[in-house]
């Protein structure tokens, strides 16, 4: 059951972004730590597994007809599908899987974004994803703190994640601070191999993210 007072503040924000000329990037779900939304419970606590159970690409399914479909904004009476305001939907914040499994999450991400294009053909659809690079793909010495290998088996890989038809861009994020990677020059090569890889898809591609500290710039 929705909370009928959030939704009137997500309307809202909505109008006001309206009113002032503002577009915006709406986040489907979040999936990344410590957000305590349904991704952390819907599989019983086994979060690796929200990909492939039922139930939760139910629910998920359900709250795309609830959210993209169905609510019309009480300050304006547009319904979502049909906002202007609305840039794009990320179908899914920082998707990531613990065992590294590639294919699990490929599946979901074609499967979902096919969806929310079923219920709304008027908005464009990316992913929402750091973009760390698959250990295969010929970027994967541009992911942070390579040649470690951790960001290669998270669960993404950008390229192929953003492959779909259903995929209209290519979307990445920057959290160097997080990552632990203190180099300008870092910034620089991450966000052109983000560019050559999604040229190879014929893509436009869009900085989404970035961390609000001092070290995320780019080198001149």
């Known amino acids: 059951q929705y909370n009928e007072e959030v939704w009137k503040a997500i309307d809202y924000i909505l109008d006001q ?40 690409q139910q629910i998920y399914q359900n709250h795309i007809k609830t959210f993209v479909n169905s609510r019309r904004n009480t300050y304006n009476g547009r319904l979502y599908k049909e906002d202007p305001t609305i840039f794009a939907w990320d179908i899914l914040n920082e998707p990531r899987q613990t065992a590294g499994d590639y294919s699990t999450v490929q599946k979901w991400i074609d499967m979902m974004a096919s969806f929310v294009k079923s219920v709304d053909p008027n908005h464009m659809v990316t ?14 010495n541009c992911n942070p703190s390579y040649p470690d290998s951790w960001p290669s088996y998270e669960g993404q890989d950008f390229t192929n994640n953003h492959r779909s038809k259903d995929i209209d861009f290519t979307a990445v994020h920057a959290w160097p601070d997080n990552w632990k990677v203190y180099s300008p020059s870092f ?34």
């Open 17 to 56: 972004m309206s009113q002032n000329g503002i577009r915006v990037i709406v986040a489907l779900i979040d999936y990344w730590k410590k957000t305590d939304g349904y991704a952390d419970w819907c599989a019983g606590g086994d979060k690796d597994s929200f990909y492939t159970n039922s139930y939760c």
């Open 127 to 140: 992913v929402g994803e750091e973009g760390f690079f698959g250990p295969n793909d010929p970027h994967v």
């Open 187 to 220: 910034m620089t090569q991450w966000v052109n191999c983000h560019i050559e890889a999604s040229a190879s898809l014929g893509k436009p591609m869009l900085l989404e993210e970035v961390c609000p500290f001092s070290f995320c710039c780019l080198s001149s």
